[in-house]
């Protein structure tokens, strides 16, 4: 009973159980010997784990600020997911027995590429695609193309004060409409038009 693709052979007393199974499970085995005294055979037991495929990963957010996280999914796998990120080879945790599944990946601090690894007895597989999240520092302004500045939720980590290190990307117009001085760590502008 060996499994489909794996046979038996027998030379100088050697017996050599070789191939490449091609169905999965646990197959038992028994191998009659000659010579000696009565009926003696060879037995065991070969277990054939299935190969693992780590199915597609995604993200809720490709897009966070740093320290708020996001969630990441992996479907149509089996087996023991352990998240890794494969810029730093961090791994974020694991999940175990699910077909879709989901796991925080915590406070964050740069951009990070997921990768799962999916394990399922002794066979592994590396993850069929990988998901990239991009992280913004705090005082990254995120909000609409034309924004106003004094709305915290434009901004990561709320609204700029003389400690944040404003950060205002390419095509972003921001609108300032203040009564007062407002102060600021420094300011990188990239291609972007503030109004007073």
């Known amino acids: 009973s060996l499994p489909a693709g794996v046979s038996a052979t027998w030379a100088s007393d050697i017996i050599t159980i070789s ?22 055979n060879a037995t065991g037991t070969i277990t054939v784990s299935p190969t693992t495929v780590a199915g597609t990963i995604s993200a809720a957010s490709s897009s966070v600020c740093s320290g708020t996280g996001t969630t990441l999914s992996l479907s149509g796998n ?3 997911i352990e998240w890794q990120s494969s810029t730093d080879n961090v791994t974020y ?5 699910a077909t879709s599944s989901s796991l925080s990946t915590g406070n964050l601090t740069q951009a990070k590429y997921f990768k799962a690894l999916v394990s399922s007895g002794t066979c592994s597989a590396a993850s069929t695609s990988v998901q990239v ?31 944040t290190n404003v950060v205002i990307s390419s095509g972003d117009v921001v609108t300032l409409n203040i009564n007062a001085e407002t102060t600021v760590a420094t300011m990188t502008i990239d291609g972007a038009l503030i109004v007073p």
């Open 19 to 40: 191939g490449t199974p091609t169905a999965s499970g646990v197959f038992g085995y028994s191998i009659p010997l000659t010579g000696g005294c009565g009926s003696v």
């Open 78 to 80: 089996t087996g023991i």
């Open 133 to 163: 999240i991009t992280i913004y520092a705090n005082g990254t302004y995120i909000g609409p193309s034309t924004g106003n500045w004094n709305d915290a939720a434009n901004w990561c980590g709320g609204l700029p004060s003389n400690a």
């Open 93 to 97: 945790g694991t999940i175990s027995g």
